[in-house]
T-cell receptor
Framework: AQKITQTQPGMFVQEKEAVTLDCTYD???????LFWYKQPSSGEMIFLIY????DQQNATEGRYSLNFQKARKSANLVISASQLGDSAMYFC???????????WGAGTKLIIKP | GAGVSQTPSNKVTEKGKYVELRCDPI?????LYWYRQSLGQGPEFLIY????????DSGLPNDRFFAVRPEGSVSTLKIQRTERGDSAVYLC??????????????FGNGTRLTVT
């Protein structure tokens, strides 16, 4: 069974608009972490934001925020005021405390239109 | 401080040749990971080092692939008798606390391997 699901293979968004990238996950481990990474065309995998399973508040990091709904097992990434430089692949990933591995979604290709 | 460094950034080799890919992790990070990423896909786990030892090499596709980390810092991924199907971006990552789910992996820029 897939543990991380990203249902949007691609998205087009107008510059300056907010965008939400979807991510749902599946785990029976009560302690886990959720991560979002950005991969521009240059290939580097850039860590954006982290949400812990026990965190009471949604994580925020600059223009990035995470809409964490634990009961629904979703951890959507919200990018406010999108910029042309936000065009990239975005990956959702999860680590369980019982497993050091990072489990990856298939990614969403985001294209910001001027 | 310096991030994860991978060399070379690009490698073109002929089918059947041997290649080595190098990874220099963030100083102090004991955990080191190798991933392989094909076009349009997420990273695929290859091997994980905790210190000098390979704690999990279950992701290595076959015995042509081998990785070492002799002094617990720099790691080398070695591929023998390369095949065209080995063409991919090879990503290295390190983390400070591998058993802590809060500890993110920090990635290098990757090595793009092309086997002709």
């Amino acid at each position: 069974a897939q543990k991380i699901t990203q249902t949007q293979p691609g998205m087009f968004v107008q510059e300056k608009e907010a965008v939400t990238l979807d991510c749902t996950y599946d785990t029976s481990d009560p302690s886990y972490g959720l991560f979002w990474y950005k991969q521009p065309s240059s290939g580097e995998m850039i860590f954006l934001i982290y949400q812990g399973s026990y965190d009471q508040q949604n994580a925020t990091e600059g223009r990035y925020s995470l809409n964490f709904q634990k009961a629904r097992k979703s951890a959507n990434l919200v990018i406010s005021a999108s910029q042309l430089g936000d065009s990239a692949m975005y990956f959702c990933a999860m680590r369980e405390d019982s497993n050091y591995q990072l489990i990856w979604g298939a990614g969403t290709k985001l294209i910001i239109k001027p | 401080g310096a991030g994860v460094s991978q060399t070379p950034s690009n490698k073109v080799t002929e089918k059947g040749k041997y290649v080595e890919l190098r990874c220099d992790p963030i100083s102090g990070h004991t955990a080191l990971y190798w991933y392989r990423q094909s076009l349009g896909q997420g990273p695929e786990f290859l091997i994980y080092f905790q210190g000098t030892g390979a704690a999990d090499d279950s992701g290595l596709p076959n015995d042509r692939f081998f990785a070492v980390r002799p002094e617990g810092s720099v790691s080398t991924l070695k591929i023998q008798r390369t095949e065209r199907g080995d063409s991919a971006v090879y990503l290295c990552a390190s983390s400070l606390k591998p058993r802590d789910s809060r500890s993110p992996l920090h990635f290098g820029n990757g090595t793009r391997l092309t086997v002709t």
